[in-house]
């Protein structure tokens, strides 16, 4: 049985995709042809994950508080803190 699986850019939605190596613990690294951005299909940390601070930013405009989206996301609490830190510099 084969499974194959179509890779595309989270980013501009582009499968002109190249392969840009390995990353320290084995999971290979993915480069977009049409954006130069690079990225990787799966993250060790949920916090690293594609639209992980969208959410939060979300979550907190819907009146949820650190310790909320913090169980929310399975993520840890100081990861929300400075996700809506560096959101309040921008
Ligand atoms: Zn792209």
């Known amino acids: 049985m084969i499974h194959t699986m179509s890779i595309h850019c989270p980013h501009c939605q582009s499968k002109n995709l190249v392969k840009q190596g390995l990353t320290g613990n084995g999971t ?3 480069q977009c042809d049409s954006c130069r ?3 990787r ?3 060790r940390y949920k916090a690293w ?3 992980t601070k969208e959410k939060i930013i ?3 405009l819907n009146s949820s ?3 909320d989206i913090s169980r929310t996301l ?3 609490r100081n990861t929300v803190c400075s996700a ?3 959101n309040a510099a921008k």
């Open 28 to 30: 290979q690294k993915w």
């Open 37 to 39: 951005k690079h990225f």
């Open 41 to 43: 299909l799966f993250c």
């Open 49 to 51: 994950e594609a639209g």
């Open 58 to 60: 979300e979550l907190t």
């Open 65 to 67: 508080g650190v310790c």
């Open 74 to 76: 399975h993520i840890n």
């Open 84 to 86: 809506l830190k560096k």
